[in-house]
């Protein structure tokens, strides 16, 4: 115990020295995140924005430190203590993981690979949910592995509040560990809780957008549209692709994940818990039924969650190689200390090589900031822009980018009376789009270029045959105002930011589309 404590606490150290921005600097879904959880307390902006995964652990946590910490200290300063408790506890779970098999030592190298020589320092200046996801799990499986399997599976459970892919561990689990094996007791109870978790999703769903279908949250309901392969062999097909290229990419971001790899493997097979750690690839097949359904885009993060596992089995097999032949030469005295002697001073040059790496990069991240070089995210740019101007009136109701809407919820969730989703918008016929527009004062279009903005982003192809967008460029243009729909547009602001459209109905059908 007091071993997992002393890595802990170094981590825990090296995270909170570790060069970091602000809650601003992190991916957007978990900005994301802290909006969901303001709009729990303010409901009538339920539906304000899609496309984000609602992670209710991780709205907690983030939400409930983003609040706290203005409260006590006015500024988001807790939530790099939160970043890092969690990383530190990574890094733990990744030692004691290779210490169990081969020794402290092997703990102690899979320790020091996983902050040098991995994206883990990335993972925790971005504020991945990954940071937060892969802790619980290799907690969890540990605890299953070692016969604690109830614990286990509330810890995997609370993992898969986080992430959803962690449902595929826990079916894994429940159909390979206690169903086929008849162990009824077992199997009822982790359906029960992972049916709980399921449950949980569910009314967190309902509560952020009024309705109970999940697919509402995320993909084409939401505006975003992710798969366009019309055939399910087809969506098949990329998907193979894509875990091959994310792979790829994998030990391509941690070239020395790649000398790791062999020995990982060959540890597992050995291992006498492999059957639990194998688990881990139920997130594999989770992700194919995930995409197959086109409400998710393929990205190389999702397979994150390998890195800590080749490392911890990584290292560990390296270590069981060196004590196995120390054990064999130990009757050849010399030939065994040549052997101790020679290994040592390689992993000692290797552990050097860690630091080394380490300390520029640190380097290179502190000179990187002082030089002013670290930005927001351009819809992090936009929101701040919007609320430092205010262009519309307070209380007005909106037709918004998604990706600025959090960004606003998050900073001032009293500033608009309601939100629509302009990427909702985008995918909507006629009827639905006239009845969006009757709802709403504003709508607010940035000029700045993002993947997901409006004017970038054109799913369905339509281009000038869409009648709302050949309207928006013909404004654009001229800036003088337009009708569509039964409704006036008239531009308020035409800059090299936004185009913002005030929104009046007006008594008579005026023959347009």
């Not at 150290?13 to 991916?27: A, E, Q, R, S, T």
């Not at 409901?43 to 409260?71: C, E, N």
């Not at 939100?419 to 909507?428: A, C, D, H, T």
Request: some cysteine; proline content about 4%.
């Amino acid at each position: 115990m007091h071993k997992n404590l002393i890595v802990f606490t170094a981590a825990l150290v090296f995270f909170l020295l570790h060069p970091f921005g602000n809650i601003f600097y992190i991916v957007g879904d978990n900005i994301a995140q802290i909006a969901y959880w303001h709009i729990l307390f303010n409901p009538h902006l339920a539906g304000s924005f899609g496309g984000v995964t609602p992670k209710p652990a991780l709205m907690f946590l983030l939400g409930f430190t983003y609040d706290l910490s203005f409260w006590i200290f006015g500024s988001e300063v807790l939530i790099k203590g939160l970043l890092a408790f969690f990383a530190a506890l990574l890094t733990t779970a990744t030692a004691r993981l290779g210490a169990d098999i081969a020794g402290n030592m092997a703990g102690i190298f899979a320790a020091a690979f996983l902050i040098s020589l991995t994206p883990v320092t990335g993972l925790f200046a971005d504020g991945s949910s990954m940071i937060f996801f892969l802790p619980l799990l290799l907690i969890g499986l540990r605890f299953f592995a070692t016969g604690r399997e109830r614990v286990g599976v509330f810890i995997l459970c609370a993992a898969t509040l986080i992430r959803p892919e962690g449902f595929g561990v826990l079916i894994w689990l429940a159909v390979f560990h206690q169903l086929i094996r008849r162990r009824w007791r077992p199997f009822l109870f982790t359906v029960a809780l992972a049916s709980v978790t399921f449950s949980s999703l569910f009314f967190v769903q309902y509560l952020l957008y009024g309705n109970w279908n999940p697919l509402e949250a995320f993909g084409p309901q939401a505006g975003y549209v992710f798969i366009h392969e019309s055939t399910l062999l087809m969506r098949l097909v990329r998907i193979l692709r894509y875990i091959y290229d994310a792979m790829v990419t994998i030990f391509v971001e941690s070239p020395g994940l790649i000398y790791l790899f062999l020995p990982a493997v060959a540890t597992l097979i050995w291992f006498r818990q492999r059957r639990t750690y194998l688990s881990v690839l139920g997130i594999v097949l989770f992700l194919i039924v995930y995409f197959s359904l086109g409400v998710g885009e393929f990205l190389e993060r999702f397979f994150q969650f390998l890195i800590p596992l080749i490392v911890a089995f990584g290292w560990a097999g390296i270590f069981l190689t060196y004590h196995f032949l120390i054990k064999k030469m130990r009757q050849y005295f010399w030939i065994s200390r040549i052997i101790q002697l020679i290994s040592l001073s390689l992993l000692f040059a290797v552990l050097m090589v860690m630091i080394k790496t380490e300390r520029d990069s640190l380097q290179v991240w502190q000179e990187y900031i002082s030089q002013g070089n670290v930005n927001y995210a351009i819809y992090t740019q936009d929101a701040i822009r919007l609320l430092m101007a205010q262009p519309v009136p307070r209380g007005s109701r909106v037709l918004l980018e998604s990706d600025i809407t959090f960004g606003i919820l998050v900073r001032d969730i009293n500033y608009f009376r309601d939100v629509n989703s302009l990427q909702f918008f985008n995918l909507q016929k006629k009827a639905e789009r006239q009845k969006i527009l009757e709802q709403i004062d504003y709508i607010l279009i940035s000029k700045t270029y993002y993947q997901y903005y409006y004017l970038w982003y054109d799913p369905l192809e339509q281009g000038d045959s869409d009648f709302f967008r050949q309207t928006i460029s013909d404004i654009i243009k001229d800036g003088k105002a337009k009708s569509i729909y039964n409704h006036y547009l008239t531009p308020v602001e035409n800059s090299i930011f936004w185009l913002i459209l005030r929104v009046e109905p007006f008594s008579y059908n005026s023959g347009n589309e």
